[in-house]
């Protein structure tokens, strides 16, 4: 049987692409493949489930599955491998919304952008996590393309919630929640404003919960706190880093989750909210529409007062509010391993 292999410019832990490399490994052996991970770096505590790229020994029988999220030397070296090859395309932040914010890495997305441009003509079949990264693939002049939807692992969730989250903030007041990285394209500003709107106009007693850290976007996060500040806005928490147990907590507290992202090239936080019953409302962009499917509330104009107007529907509303939970619960099947396994399966027996 022929060797399907991974490579990677990283593996991590605790991220989504990470986490789906291992779970495709743990698949392709299920199914009687050999595979093995081929990576340039590693976290030290998933070292052990991967090797240097550097000593892959080439067969022209193998198949290589390259997951391609950043710019790196790694992509030449597979483009040059006599093996069938498909891509993963996990999608790259557009470096005009870090410009200003982190100059440096605004250039290395951009290069990695333009390093994606290159490899149209490299790969037997390349495939995104949603059909807005399958769109952009097309754009770019990939002619075999396809879509598989990032393998998550809902287990993580089964865990004890913090009990210091959940005794300080579940009661009866309205929080909204937003999760993901503090920077610029999530446009965490445009929550905050929103949440004003909220606070001044309809519930003075609302709180807003931004999980997630700057690493990377300190500036940004500077500019974020400088407008809190400036709208003299109490009960806005923005956490940093939380581990599994506290980010369960907030799902768990969340009236709704708001986001007004401006660029996703997948959203795992749209699916953890659908797996905990958290009604959303989410700006229309991107990759957003897709994952969603109709299931929670797009919105096309970014009007905060109206916004928060649709956050009290969506809090008061029992029957409105019943139905995007129905909704979410029947979307959310569609990200559930089984599923995604044979469309895995499909996409390896059209190449081999």
Sequence with gaps: MIKINQFLPTLASGDAIGYETLAIQNILTEWGYESKIYVRDCHANVSKFCIPYSKYKPNKKDLALFHFALGSELSNYIAKLPTKK???????????YLRGINDSLAKIVEDGR???????????????????????????????TGVLPLLLDFS????KPSRKILQNYDDDNVNIVFVGKIYPHKKQE????SF????????????LFLVGHCTGAD?????LLQL?????????????????????????????????SEHE???????????????????????????????ALLIKEKNYLEIAELVDLIVNDQRLRKTVIERQRERVKDFKIPLLKEQLKNHIENVI
């Excluded at 498909?86 to 005009?96: A, E």
């Design 219 to 223: 500036k940004y996060q500077e500019m």
């Design 228 to 260: 809190i500040s400036d709208l003299e806005l109490d009960d806005v928490y923005i956490t940093g880093f939380v581990n599994n147990r506290e980010l369960t907590a907030y799902y768990q507290i969340a009236d709704v989750f708001l986001c007004m």
């Design 196 to 207: 004003y709107c909220y606070k001044k106009y309809i519930n003075p007693s609302a709180r």
């Design 86 to 96: 498909i891509m993963i395309y996990h999608n790259i932040t557009p470096g005009k």
């Design 265 to 295: 090239g997948f959203c795992v936080p749209l699916i953890e909210s659908m797996h905990f019953d958290v009604p959303i409302i989410a700006y229309d962009s991107t990759a957003v529409p897709f994952t969603l499917d109709n299931s």
């Design 114 to 144: 333009e390093e994606l441009a290159t490899l149209c003509n490299k790969f037997d079949l390349a495939i995104g996590d949603s059909e807005f990264n399958q769109n952009e693939l097309k754009s770019l002049g990939f002619q075999n």
């Design 190 to 193: 445009d929550i905050v404003k």
């Design 156 to 159: 993580i969730y089964d865990v």
